[in-house]
Structure formats: C-alpha cells, structure tokens
C-alpha cells in the first residue's frame, strides 16, 4: 500500500480497519476448535488478568463500548467461562468474575495469540515493530483526547 494519493485506502482509518479485520480473522480461525471468537477472548483476557472488575472497567480495559461488552459477557457466561456477582457498594452493578474453565481457555489459547503476534513480526524488524506500537498507541491516546473534547 502506498501512501500518495487521496483515496480512501490511503486514509489511516481506512489502513487500520482492514488490517484489523485481517488480523481479525487469522486470530479467529486458529480460535475456531476453542469455540471463542477473538473479542470473547479479549474480554475473557482482561477478566482473567483481575478478577472482580465491572462492566464499565472491563469495557475501558477491551477497548469496547457497554453494549457490546454486555452481549460479549453474556456469551462468555452462556459458555461457563466467567459468572457474575451483584457488587456489595453498588447493587445494581455486578462484578464479573473468571471461572476454572474460563482460566483454562486462557492459559490454553494464549500462545495462540502470542504466535499471531510473532507470525506479524516476520514482516517487519523488531524496531519497525516497536515504533508501531508506539505510534499505535499515540494514535489511540489523540482520538481519545479528540473524543472527549467532543
């Protein structure tokens, strides 16, 4: 992909949200036998990593909005990977807690991700690779800081 001209598969949005999906999709398939897609098991990821958060954090900690994080939880609790437990300071939130099988899944698919992670690493040097990130996550710092100016 290069990076003159003004078309739209030259707008960073644009570049992100297809190499998203790509990456998307390579997680999900080599997911597929866990029966989890990769937002599941992002969700499922924050909540095995501390236990006890509520849908609010655990929405911030995924990069999910409430909506989608509320039908992501309820999957994950269709399945018996995580339950729910009414908070004591606040009785009508809930605190989503991981159970033994969810922890399990976990500790399974991880390197899973983790290869997904090294096979992307194969096109790029690892200093191209933490720039990336870097910039990434500046990106993602400035849209917030945008939004909520907004």
Known sequence: MTTNGNGLEHSIGFAMGVTY??????????????????????????????????????????????????????????????????????????????????????QETTPIEQQVAEDIKQCVSQEEYDVLMELLLRISNHVNELTDRE
């Open 21 to 106: 999906r790509k990456l998307s999709n390579l997680l999900q398939q080599r997911l597929k036998e866990y029966d989890i897609t990769p937002e599941q098991w992002s969700v499922l990821y924050q909540i095995g990593r501390e236990n006890g958060l509520i849908q609010k954090e655990i929405a911030e900690r995924s990069g999910k909005d409430k909506p989608t994080t509320t039908r992501i939880l309820d999957h994950l609790e269709r399945k018996g990977l995580i339950y729910k437990k009414t908070g004591e300071n606040d009785r009508r939130s809930f605190l989503v807690n991981i159970t033994d099988k969810g922890r399990l899944l976990i």
